[in-house]
């Protein structure tokens, strides 16, 4: 059996914005070795009461840490420059320094692969017209 198990780290009660600011720094500060022994730990207090044995039952965890999950989408609401107008900041931020090019799904403002697949077409069409 495969089991997907995911985890999106937040701060409840703290801005959109910052709560992706924290969410990042939990997924790139937490060890393997510390996401590992929760996941076993949190299957234990589901499965013990049955003859889960997570030394005998548990073949592999493989962990992603993706933390393009946590790309800041733009709110209309909070982000003035929307009703500003101009340049949004990934746009800034993405411009190509000579055959370099920014390609992630922050440089999209869109925290979904589709987003950074976008990105990576853009940026590799930037640097082919340099």
Not at 83 to 105: D, M, S, W, Y
Request: proline content about 6%; hydrophobic content about 35%; aromatic content about 10%.
């Amino acid at each position: 059996m495969i089991l997907h198990m995911m985890k999106a780290p937040c701060r409840p009660g703290r801005p959109a914005r910052e709560q992706h600011t924290f969410g990042r720094m939990e997924l790139y500060t937490t060890t393997f070795e510390t996401m590992e022994r929760k996941i076993r730990e949190q299957l234990v207090r589901t499965l013990g009461g049955s003859s889960f044995d997570p030394a005998r039952d548990i073949a592999a965890i493989t962990v992603n840490r993706w933390p393009h999950g946590y790309a800041y989408e733009y709110n209309s609401l909070w982000d003035p420059f929307w009703l500003e107008g101009g340049g949004t900041p990934c746009e800034v931020a993405r411009k190509p320094h000579g055959r370099i090019a920014i390609a992630n799904a922050d440089a999209g403002a869109y925290a979904y692969t589709d987003s950074a697949i976008d990105q990576a077409w853009r940026a590799v069409g930037e640097i082919t017209k340099a």
